[in-house]
């Protein structure tokens, strides 16, 4: 399948990735190749096959709801490129 | 003491434990190393420091009943580590320094081991050949201008140079397997769920698995009795007693029954590789293992399947990267979203961005169904491709890859061409099933070759007693001459 420009161009805005323009040529034609290469699987009849989504024989774990480990607001900032005591500090959203 | 350095984890241990040699002496002799042996570039962190400090700390009151007593270890900087630096091999992470440990590197501490430095990857783990890092390619010791393969190139360089006793990397699609294959080192995947994956930065989470890489199948066992353990943090940790692997581990195979895959017989392989496996086989036979010729049919699907599959999950889990809680932010832009997408365009590497696309578009309206959905699909046919072939047999045998360490760049601009590199490797990640490389011989420009043992689920114990055996009767000679030192 032929993944053309405007193709590349709509998904790096879902995926939020802003591209030079001289780069989207190279990624239309990466993407085509790969998208050729996986065509393949085409050839399979999966009519009466169910999706796999996990390997594991057990469905996942549940646990009580209960904090474990809470109160650990400056750590999870301490890390963030712009913030405050309190917030993590984004561009201004609302006008 | 001469040398340690070129010696196996576990002849180090049991120095230790005889007190013929102490911690702190192991620990300036890797560092040694470490500094002599930069244009090899496997370290994107050093810690010297902490490690020093905790060679005297164990030197001062020993402990030798633990696993891995005063034992140095650098890691894949793939692996969260309390207080320093985990960048991923990417500029995205390059400033990030994690507050808390990852549940393996914790299991290795708890058992004795302390940080010596964090090793170079491909940028997020993407990658066969460690030449997608932001801080550079990485250099295979075997021989100068060659890659160490990847995404845990790093890993296998700093451990075939004796700049690290032993390592751990991750494998997603064959980055620890294929590495290993290239630097003539032991590399295991384990079983999904085996080794947790909590505070190891993601990339695909239902293929993504931490193991061993080691210079002796015995330190393979050790290091995976080391790491692997039920973890409540991981929702797919699966919840069993620990082994004793290497307690275990015996070269008696008699009676085994290896699996010879007809599909794992691709064009363009080179003759040395055919002889390799004959060779693999015959060593197998004469221990007293049964050589059966089994079918996998659904092998050729595998790596499409893999490259649907993998940037799907990896497109969902990057998407935490938007320059807000941690990592890095562009400064260009005025409002959110720009700064979202100067932030990802800035931060993340070429091949990063391709995956991110490719993922993106197989799970966008209208594809889901015709990409996503299909390779799941074929993810179960694959499987059950190798729930029915060990109703026959204990194990399958394999190469690791199909052709040696190549050159650096020789693939950088193909991604087809480097995605090849992980045909044989990539099944078992998609089946959740163990598989390992082990050394067996050279091709003609004396480049280390691997095979690949393959395992029903949770049949580590298995495969290690399987590598045992071919790394006693294949007499690989590990074959690197110093030329970074000069």
């Known amino acids: ?95 | 003491m001469s040398d340690i350095t070129n010696k196996s984890l576990t002849e180090i241990i049991d120095l230790i434990k005889k007190k013929e040699i102490k911690s702190e002496e192991v620990t300036n002799d890797y560092i040694n190393n470490i500094k002599k042996g930069k244009k090899l570039n496997s370290f994107i962190t050093e810690s010297f420091d902490n490690a020093l400090t905790k060679s005297k700390k164990f030197d001062t009151k020993p402990n030798y009943e633990s696993i891995l007593p005063g034992v140095p270890l650098a890691v894949k900087d793939l692996f969260c580590t309390n207080g320093v630096r985990t960048t991923a091999g990417s500029k995205m992470l390059e400033n990030f320094v994690p507050n808390y440990e990852s549940t393996i590197t914790a299991n290795l501490w708890s058992e004795g081991a302390f940080l010596l430095g964090k090793l170079n990857c491909d940028e997020y783990a993407m990658g066969s050949s460690n030449e997608t890092s932001f801080f550079g390619n990485v250099i295979n010791p075997v021989e100068e201008n060659t890659v160490p393969g990847g995404s845990s190139g790093g890993s296998a360089s700093a451990l075939a140079a004796d700049l690290t006793p032993a390592t751990i990397g991750t494998d997603t699609g064959g980055s620890i397997r294929q590495p290993a294959s290239f630097t003539g080192t032991v590399g295991l995947k384990p079983t999904y769920g085996l080794c947790s994956r909590w505070g190891i930065v993601a990339f695909a989470s239902s293929l993504d698995q931490a193991g061993p890489m080691t210079k002796t199948v015995s330190d393979c066992a050790l290091m995976l009795e080391a790491m692997s353990g039920f973890d409540p943090k991981d929702s797919t940790s699966i919840n069993r007693k620990k082994e004793n692997y290497s307690k275990k581990l015996t070269q008696n195979i008699k009676g085994l029954k290896i699996g010879i895959p007809k599909e794992y017989r691709v064009d363009g392989m080179p003759n040395e590789i055919e002889e390799l496996w004959e060779r693999g086989k015959k060593i197998l036979k004469e221990e007293g293992a049964d050589i059966i010729d089994i079918s996998l049919p659904h092998t050729e699907y595998a790596l499409p399947t893999y490259y649907i599959v993998a940037p799907a999950e990896a497109s969902s889990n990057l998407a935490r990267y938007d320059g807000v809680k941690y990592g890095f932010r562009s400064s260009k832009g005025s409002n959110l979203i720009d700064m979202y997408e100067n932030t990802r365009s800035e931060g993340f590497g070429d091949e990063v961005k391709r995956r991110i696309l490719i993922g993106t578009y197989v799970l966008s309206s209208g594809y889901y169904d015709a990409y996503y959905i299909k390779a799941q699909k074929v993810r179960r046919l694959i499987k059950s491709d190798f729930d029915n072939a060990f109703t026959k047999v204990d194990a399958i045998l394999t190469p690791s890859t199909p052709s040696a360490a190549f050159k650096i760049g020789e693939k950088k601009d193909d991604p087809i061409s480097m995605y090849l590199n992980d045909i044989f490797t990539v099944p078992a990640n998609l089946a959740g099933i163990p598989a390992m490389s082990v050394p067996v011989g050279h091709d003609k420009n004396n480049l280390p070759l691997g095979l690949q043992l393959i395992g029903k689920p949770l049949g580590e114990q298995t495969l290690l007693n399987l590598a045992l055996s071919m790394e006693n009767k294949s007499n690989f000679k590990k074959n690197i001459a110093k030329w970074w030192e000069k």
């Open chain 1, 1 to 95: 399948m032929f993944i053309d420009k405007d193709k590349i161009k709509h998904t790096a805005k879902l995926a939020r990735i802003s591209l030079d323009e001289n780069k989207i040529e190279s990624l239309s034609k990466d993407l085509s190749d790969i998208f050729n290469f996986i065509e393949k699987l085409s050839k399979i009849n999966t009519d009466k096959v169910s999706p796999l989504t996990s390997i594991l024989d057990h469905s996942l774990r549940t646990r009580e709801d209960k904090v474990t480990d809470g109160g650990i607001r400056e750590k999870i900032l301490e890390n963030s490129p712009s913030k405050n005591e309190e917030f993590f500090i984004v561009p201004k959203v609302i006008e």
